[in-house]
């Protein structure tokens, strides 16, 4: 499920991650905006992937807490025109879309960076900081730099074009079609999946599977049991068994490791803010973990 969490980050992020500007009148504050986004955000992944809130944060409660942890963290980065009430209209705007078109690279305008003033080539961590409205990443600091359109190379979705996403060999181009070839399902036009190399339909819950073809809607939380039925993965708490449990599937909720000793293992806690972290012992999203340590993105330490 690993790209399940990915696409649980994309979404939270895209809500959330345009700077706020410090210095432009709005008729909320930064907390407000963000305490108003986080719940948007959260809300419309638990309605649509409610599998993700619960895998990423094990409740819509924490969901909304640690979305405007991050909001309120990242959201004032020096050079950003875009004020408190641009991150609400984004939250409003994602509000009424439907699920297929949240997940797309293709946002509502409301969610798209206004040009910020820092020039290609300067350093950036946030896209509304940049002339070019992109801030081209392999970690939370990057530079300045112009979007990439179809045909030409990325390293994330980012640097594409709207519309575009990023595919197995680091090109951006349109998300395929029904029938076309891929070699993953974020290349597939949503809601299809990449099975048995071509983008078709996924069978929904209780359907009949093909192990081989991985053709269980996984956007939905889906996998192929043994009996060749799709069905949801469930999750277990710190302390409980987890992998492969009774013969089902049983992942970790709140950003939880599954410490295995063959098939089966054992939920692991998420480190908190400021503690020690490893492959074992991750952090809560949106802490990553920095030199050992679960840390919150610093804009001020891009400069």
């Known amino acids: 499920m690993k790209t399940m969490r990915a ?152 640097d594409c074009d709207y519309g575009l996403i990023c595919n197995q060999s680091k090109v951006c181009v349109a998300p395929a079609a029904a029938g076309a070839a891929c070699a993953a399902t974020g290349e597939c036009a949503s809601p299809l999946i990449c099975s048995g190399q071509k983008c078709s339909a996924a069978v929904a819950v209780g359907g009949v599977c093909d192990k081989t073809m991985q053709n269980c809607d996984s956007r939905q939380g889906l996998y192929c049991n043994t009996q060749n039925v799709c069905v949801a993965i469930t999750f277990a708490g710190p302390g409980e068994a987890c992998g492969i449990v009774g013969m089902a599937f049983v992942g970790c909720k709140a950003s939880g490791q599954c410490k295995t000793s063959g098939a089966m293992g054992t939920c692991v806690a998420p480190a908190a803010d400021g503690a020690a972290c490893d492959t074992d012992t991750p952090c809560l999203a949106p802490a990553k973990c920095t030199s050992g340590i679960c840390k919150l993105s610093n804009p001020a330490s891009c400069g």
Do not use: M, W
């Open 7 to 158: 696409l649980g980050v994309l979404l939270v992020g895209t809500l959330l991650g345009f700077g706020v500007g410090c210095g432009s009148k709005s008729s909320v504050t930064i907390e407000e905006a963000c305490t108003s986004v986080a719940a948007s955000a959260c809300a419309k992944i638990n309605t649509c992937f409610s599998f993700i809130v619960t895998s990423l944060y094990g409740d819509a409660a924490t969901c909304q807490t640690r979305a405007k942890l991050g909001c309120v963290q990242t959201g004032i980065p020096a050079g950003s025109a875009t004020t408190p009430d641009d991150v609400q209209s984004c939250g409003d705007a994602y509000a009424g879309l439907s699920c297929n078109d949240a997940i797309s690279h293709s946002p509502p305008n409301a969610c798209r960076s206004k040009a910020g003033s820092v020039v290609n080539g300067a350093a950036c961590s946030d896209d509304a900081q940049c002339a070019s409205t992109h801030c081209a990443k392999t970690s939370d600091c990057g530079i300045c730099a112009a979007v990439a359109a179809a045909g030409g190379t990325c390293a994330t979705e980012n």
